[in-house]
């Protein structure tokens, strides 16, 4: 947050914060909804390259997909054989 205020002294951050008007506010409907207001930072390039990184994340997601249908398969197994269990 000190990057955002230098010295300490506030300032409109987009994304993070803004002073609006009362006619502002009321314009809204009288929302608060910071989003109405703080609008959106402004996107910088991080050097990563998106699509390496998205085939990556999707990679990761197929994996953690297919451990939860294991999980879920237990889950299942158990679950039949407390009830027959109890029969």
């Known amino acids: 947050m000190a990057q955002s205020f230098p010295g300490g002294v506030y300032a409109d951050v987009p994304g993070l914060c ?13 929302s608060l909804n910071p989003g109405r207001y703080v609008g959106m930072a ?3 390039d991080d050097g990563l390259d998106f699509a390496v990184r998205f085939e990556e994340l999707n ?9 939860a ?6 889950i299942s197994e158990s679950a039949a ?3 027959a269990g109890s029969a």
């Not at 803004?18 to 009288?30: D, H, P, S």
């Not at 990679?59 to 451990?67: C, I, S, Y």
């Open 18 to 30: 803004r002073v609006a008007t009362l006619a502002e506010i009321e314009a809204q409907g009288w």
């Open 81 to 83: 054989a407390v009830v």
């Open 42 to 44: 402004i996107d910088t």
């Open 59 to 67: 990679e990761e997601l197929e994996r953690l997909n297919a451990g």
């Open 69 to 74: 249908s294991l999980l879920q398969d237990r």
